[in-house]
T-cell receptor, first 110, second 117 residues
Framework: KNEVEQSPQNLTAQEGEFITINCSYS?????LHWLQQHPGGGIVSLFMLSSGKKKHGRLIATINIQEKHSSLHITASHPRDSAVYICAVPSIQGAQKLVFGQGTRLTINP | GAVVSQHPSRVICKSGTSVKIECRSLDFQATTMFWYRQFPKQSLMLMATSNEGSKATYEQGVEKDKFLINHASLTLSTLTVTSAHPEDSSFYICSATNGVDFWETQYFGPGTRLLVL
């Protein structure tokens, strides 16, 4: 079964800083999800990526399949980016079931 | 984008009662729905996978007689917590997919916070 590790667990930064959140997994996969969970609990899917890099606004996600590692970057961070960011991968290669990281709690101070 | 709703968003009930949570795909047909549970400061844990018209597949350690799942239509799945106890208090989230490649089309509901007194 895939094991997912995220780092850091908690991150506090000032508005405008460049943010990086990392995700490592143990079993080879075809794709990885980055999710955002706001304080109220609702979850939004940010990215699904299988290779290279994807960009959406100020968010950038990269993945290295060979190294089993992905990063989520936030440029020009803003207090509204404060949330828990979660990466998710298939439990085993080819499976529908997801395994979730513990999440990274991001706080951006004004 | 596709929208998944959950109802209720928050529920408080007495110990021993049953609670039903609905998960609806509003603008697409969900062939598969997933039910997750999340305890405070913990990761989401898959409880069961629900396919329209068939019995749900439960994860190890999840009691199927306690957490009844019904996926009677392509837009609705329900989770019923029977004889709820305080330890069932948690945040329940569903997600839905409409394709063979679920990665492309998995959408999450807003979640239901259950508090059992």
């Amino acid at each position: 079964k895939n094991e997912v590790e995220q780092s850091p667990q908690n991150l506090t930064a000032q508005e405008g800083e460049f943010i990086t959140i990392n995700c490592s997994y143990s079993v080879g996969i075809s794709a990885l999800h980055w999710l955002q969970q706001h304080p109220g609990g609702g979850i939004v899917s940010l990215f699904m990526l299988s290779s290279g890099k994807k960009k959406h606004g100020r968010l950038i996600a990269t993945i290295n399949i060979q190294e089993k590692h992905s990063s989520l970057h936030i440029t020009a961070s803003h207090p509204r980016d404060s949330a828990v960011y979660i990466c998710a991968v298939p439990s085993i290669q080819g499976a529908q079931k997801l395994v979730f990281g513990q999440g990274t709690r991001l706080t951006i101070n004004p | 984008g596709a929208v998944v709703s959950q109802h209720p968003s928050r529920v408080i009930c007495k110990s021993g009662t049953s609670v039903k949570i609905e998960c609806r795909s509003l603008d697409f047909q969900a062939t598969t729905m997933f039910w997750y549970r999340q305890f405070p400061k913990q990761s989401l844990m898959l409880m069961a996978t629900s396919n329209e018209g068939s019995k749900a597949t439960y994860e190890q350690g999840v009691e199927k007689d306690k957490f009844l799942i019904n996926h009677a239509s392509l837009t609705l799945s329900t989770l019923t917590v029977t004889s709820a106890h305080p330890e069932d208090s948690s945040f329940y989230i569903c997600s839905a997919t409409n394709g063979v490649d679920f990665w492309e089309t998995q959408y999450f509901g807003p979640g239901t916070r259950l508090l059992v007194l």
